[in-house]
Every structure is written in C-alpha cells, then in structure tokens.
C-alpha cells in the first residue's frame, strides 16, 4: 500500500523541535529521515512523492523514484551498521553477515538503476516497449491503481483495465517491421552522411575554382575547414578526439594540396 505524507513543513517542524528523551528522541529521527526519503522523489510539480498526478488527473506511479528512495534507504542501513561498529569498537560474524545481505541488495539496486536508465535497445519501438514499464498510469493500468486503492473505480467511470501488450503476436509489434524500419533509418543516416562528405568536398573547389585567387582560395579553406571540424565533432559523438582531429586533418590536407595545385 503506498503512503502519501501530508502537511507542510512548517507544520511538521515543531514536533522536532521538542525535547524528549533519549530513546524517544533516536525515534523522532528514524521518523525524520523517513519522511525526508520522500524528498528523493520529487514530483515535477515538487510535491514529495514517487506518485504523480498531472492536470489530467493521471496518476503515474514511477518506478525509478521508488528505485532511488530505495537506494538511499540501504545507504541508511549500511551507515547503521556502521555506526553500530563505532560504537562497540568491533563488530561480529552475525553483523558481518547482514552488512554482506545488505551489500548485495544494494549492488544490486545500483545495476538496476543503471539498467532503468540505458536505453532498452538502439530501435525506438523496442525501446519504448520496456520504458513503458517504468510507470505504473492509470491509464493503462487502473486496475493495478484501483486494487491498491489509490483510485477509485468511479473515477475511472468504472471503466478498470489492464494493459497487457503483446510485442510479438498478432496484433501487437512486429520484430520484421522493426527491423525493417531501423535498416531505413541506418540508410537515411548513410544517404545523409556521404551527401556531406560530397558537399564539404565538392562547394570549395567549386569556390576556389569559378573566383580563382589567393585569398579566396585561403578563406574557402579556412571557413570549410572549421565548419567540418565542428559538424564533425557534434555529430561523431561515438567517435575518439584523435578520429576527429585526423578526419579534419586529412580533409584540411585535400583543400590545401586542391589550392597548391590550383596555385
């Protein structure tokens, strides 16, 4: 069951602000922090809550903000653990156990994170499919919403559906069409890529060529030069600093022997 905190700050601080008693105290903190946990998953509009409801009334629950609020609850145990070390001056094979079992889950959360976080796959369609997931909407999945009572079934007009995609079957996605819609887009990207090589090559010997003359020849060289060094460089973002900077080299070293030649 997910707990939404309400009240403002200003009316939470007060009950911190009293003095109590030593174990009462330690209480107050654990609670503190626990209620501060829900800052980790700001909403965008900055309400503290992994469930957001836009200006449609769409609730979405998001898994990475739970992931994240995870996280910092296991960097909480760790550091009790460890305090707890501190305190005695040593520690014991059943402490070591469970700061082994907390390490696990907290790698592990951390590759789980990581994945949330890379795209799924190089194709959109494929991508989009397991990105969904992360989301729990009350659009596609209300009676996930309603069965744990953070809507109503009145508010969905009794209309409670789960959407179970089908990404192979009839009907669903198609892997054939994916991959037929991603080999058009690499050839788009080629097409585009071997225009510009043409062009860069092409348009300043052309230049240089119909106003012959020393300092067109320069300038051409120079401004070509520079525009290809900085497309290059937005472009090729897979690319090492030493293929850029031989890329635009050997193209430099054309221009150049081209007004040499044309000299």
């Known amino acids: 069951m997910l707990t939404i905190f309400g009240g403002s700050r200003s009316q939470r601080e007060p009950e911190y602000r009293v003095q109590k008693p030593h174990t009462k105290r330690r209480r107050s903190r654990q609670v503190n922090f626990y209620k501060r946990l829900m800052t980790a998953s700001i909403t965008p509009n900055n309400k503290p809550s992994p469930l957001y409801v836009d200006g449609n009334e769409v609730s979405t629950i998001r898994v990475r903000a739970l992931q994240h ?8 145990v760790l550091a009790g653990e460890v305090a707890e070390m501190v305190k005695r001056e040593t520690t014991s094979a059943e402490q070591m156990e469970r700061i082994r079992v907390t390490l696990g889950h907290y790698t592990t959360a951390l590759r789980d994170l990581r994945y949330m976080l890379e795209p799924a796959s190089t194709n959109q369609r494929t991508a989009r499919f397991p990105r969904d997931l992360l989301y729990i909407e009350s659009t596609r999945d209300s009676a996930v919403m309603v069965d744990a009572g953070i809507i109503t079934s009145e508010s969905m007009k009794h209309r409670v559906y789960l959407d179970v995609p089908d990404y192979t079957g009839y009907g669903g996605f198609s892997s054939r069409k994916d991959l037929a819609a991603e080999y058009s887009r690499g050839y788009l990207s080629r097409l585009k890529m071997a225009l510009f090589g043409g062009i860069a090559l092409v348009a300043p010997m052309l230049i240089m060529k119909l106003r012959p003359s020393k300092l067109t ?5 120079s401004l070509f030069v520079l525009a290809v060094a900085i497309i290059l460089a937005w472009y090729m973002k897979d690319a090492n600093k030493k293929d850029i900077l031989g890329a635009t080299a050997a193209y430099a070293a054309v221009l150049v022997v081209f007004v040499g030649t044309s000299g």
């Not at 020849?217 to 060289?221: A, P, V």
């Open 217 to 221: 020849g320069l300038l051409t060289t």
């Open 69 to 76: 609020m995870t996280i910092i609850h296991l960097k909480r």
